[in-house]
């Protein structure tokens, strides 16, 4: 199971943390990603990262601004949002890819409860 946690209102330019806890898996053997879905829009990749933390992949739009990190001790997948906009509004989930590469949209599944992120301006 996934959990996503960190989600909240807040205003254009601030920050937020997302997390997402891992259970009922060995979380060291899956890449890990952020997804997100506006309301009336399809559900988007954000963010991956492989099973060891070494590669990142971000979409354009969140390139430079978002960061992907994890923690396999905790069971832990963060995602720090910086720079915050409106149209980074929408519910943001976590999603598991047992390639462990992490770089694929296709292969994320597993996906757990989201979080809702809405920015204001």
């Known amino acids: 199971q996934l959990q996503a946690s960190g989600g909240g209102l807040v205003q254009a330019g601030v920050s937020l943390r997302l997390s997402c806890a891992a259970s009922?898996?060995?979380?060291?053997?899956?890449?890990m990603g952020w997804f997100r879905q506006a309301p009336g829009k399809e559900r988007e990749f954000v963010a991956g990262?492989?099973?060891?933390?070494?590669?990142?992949y971000y979409a354009d739009s969140v390139k430079g601004r978002f960061t992907i990190s994890r923690d396999n001790a905790k069971n832990t997948v963060y995602l720090q949002m910086n720079s915050l906009k409106p149209e980074d509004t929408a519910v943001y989930y976590c999603?598991?890819?047992?390639?462990?590469?992490?770089?694929?949209?296709?292969?994320?599944?597993?996906w757990g409860q989201g979080t809702q992120v809405t920015v204001s301006s």
């Open positions: 999603a598991a890819d047992p390639t462990g590469r992490g770089s694929d949209s296709t292969f994320f599944g597993s």
């Open positions: 009922g898996r060995t979380f060291s053997n899956y890449a």
């Open positions: 990262i492989s099973w060891n933390g070494r590669w990142t």
